[in-house]
């Protein structure tokens, strides 16, 4: 197997030293970056399967990156930062980050989460890589879906539901946060969450013998089965 890869965005450099030494012990291989551009580059030519980012970066702003990241990426994402305002905490996972962590850190406790956020995303494949569940096949590169050999025609907005709830990994999320990841940030205070579940009734229509891999969290929203 493969080593998993960690790109480390920090401009402190004993945390740098300390998580790279830590992570490699791990058997991670790391990269770092010093500044938000540098660790933009560094991000998209590495391709990581982790980041840890830092939000008070020079030359970019770290909610910032965690937006470009998560839009190109589902590289699993951990904010690593001195701010513990709960603001932060919440723009930063609404952006998409997966995990935070405040400074000071407990080592031990970082590499837990840093495991933790492997294992879950793991089973994922590289960016623009088919995705398959049972027998669902999306590929995001050409815009179709399948179920078993049978081509599966879906809206814009039904593709998007499925890729968003696929790229989730098993976990649960929020009517909210798919109308802010389908519909957009913008216009999803505008848009009734009861839309989230026409379009689910609809897509489990389409996928037939595998609709029961979208799976009804009560009173929060839906889930897939990735296996």
């Given at each position: 197997?493969?080593?998993?890869?960690?790109?480390?965005?920090?401009?402190?450099?004993?945390?740098?030293?300390?998580?790279?030494?830590?992570?490699?012990?791990?058997?991670?291989?790391v990269r770092a970056a010093r500044d938000g551009e540098?660790?933009?580059?560094?991000?998209?030519?590495?391709?990581?399967?982790?980041?840890?980012?830092?939000?008070?970066?020079?030359?970019?702003?770290?909610?910032?990156?965690?937006?470009?990241?998560?839009?190109?990426?589902?590289?699993?994402?951990?904010?690593?930062?001195?701010?513990?305002?709960?603001?932060?905490?919440?723009?930063?996972?609404?952006?998409?980050?997966?995990?935070?962590?405040?400074?000071?850190?407990?080592?031990?406790?970082?590499?837990?989460?840093?495991?933790?956020?492997?294992?879950?995303?793991?089973?994922?494949?590289?960016?623009?890589?088919?995705?398959?569940?049972?027998?669902?096949?999306?590929?995001?590169?050409?815009?179709?879906?399948?179920?078993?050999?049978?081509?599966?025609?879906?809206?814009?907005?039904?593709?998007?539901?499925?890729?968003?709830?696929?790229?989730?990994?098993?976990?649960?999320?929020?009517?909210?946060?798919i109308l802010e990841t389908v519909w957009g940030y913008?216009?999803?205070?505008?848009?009734?969450?009861?839309?989230?579940?026409?379009?689910?009734?609809?897509?489990?229509?389409?996928?037939?013998?595998?609709?029961?891999?979208?799976?009804?969290?009560?009173?929060?929203?839906?889930?897939?089965?990735?296996?």
């Open positions: 197997m493969r080593s998993r890869k960690i790109l480390v965005i920090e401009d402190e450099a004993p945390i740098v030293r300390l998580l790279k030494y830590n992570l490699e012990r791990e058997g991670y291989e540098d660790g933009l580059k560094r991000f998209r030519s590495l391709r990581p399967d982790l980041v840890i980012l830092d939000l008070m970066l020079p030359k970019a702003d770290g909610l910032d990156l965690c937006r470009i990241m998560r839009s190109e990426s589902r590289a699993a994402l951990l904010i690593l930062t001195a701010r513990k305002e709960e603001a932060d905490r919440v723009v930063g996972l609404e952006l998409g980050a997966d995990d935070y962590v405040t400074k000071p850190f407990s080592v031990r406790e970082l590499l837990a989460r840093v495991k933790a956020l492997i294992r879950r995303s793991g089973g994922l494949p590289p960016a623009g890589q088919p995705m398959r569940f049972g027998s669902v096949a999306l590929d995001p590169e050409r815009h179709e879906v399948t179920v078993g050999k049978r081509p599966v025609h879906l809206s814009s907005k039904e593709f998007a539901l499925l890729k968003t709830l696929a790229e989730a990994g098993g976990r649960v999320m929020e009517r909210e946060k913008e216009r999803s205070s505008e848009i009734d969450t009861r839309t989230v579940d026409q379009h689910v009734a609809r897509l489990r229509a389409k996928l037939g013998p595998e609709s029961a891999r979208i799976v009804t969290v009560k009173s929060i929203g839906y889930k897939l089965k990735t296996n």
